[in-house]
């Protein structure tokens, strides 16, 4: 799963973090944030679920 995302500076300056990475790409210029299902799995065997009220 990947996060395209824009991320403004104080200056006006726009990062733009959208580069998709493909299996057997090079480093990217300006990567998107993704997630993997094992990462996934792996934060939800570590952090207890609390249901919230309400």
């Given at each position: 799963?990947?996060?395209?995302?824009l991320?403004?500076?104080?200056?006006?300056?726009?990062a733009?973090?959208i580069?998709?990475?493909?299996?057997?790409?090079?480093e990217?210029?300006?990567?998107?944030?993704?997630?993997s299902?094992?990462l996934?799995?792996?934060?939800?065997?570590r952090?207890?679920?609390?249901?919230?009220?309400g």
């Amino acid at each position: 799963m990947t996060f395209k995302a824009l991320q403004t500076y104080s200056d006006g300056k726009t990062a733009r973090w959208i580069d998709a990475a493909e299996s057997g790409d090079e480093e990217l210029e300006n990567p998107a944030p993704s997630s993997s299902q094992e990462l996934r799995q792996l934060h939800a065997d570590r952090v207890p679920f609390r249901r919230i009220p309400g």
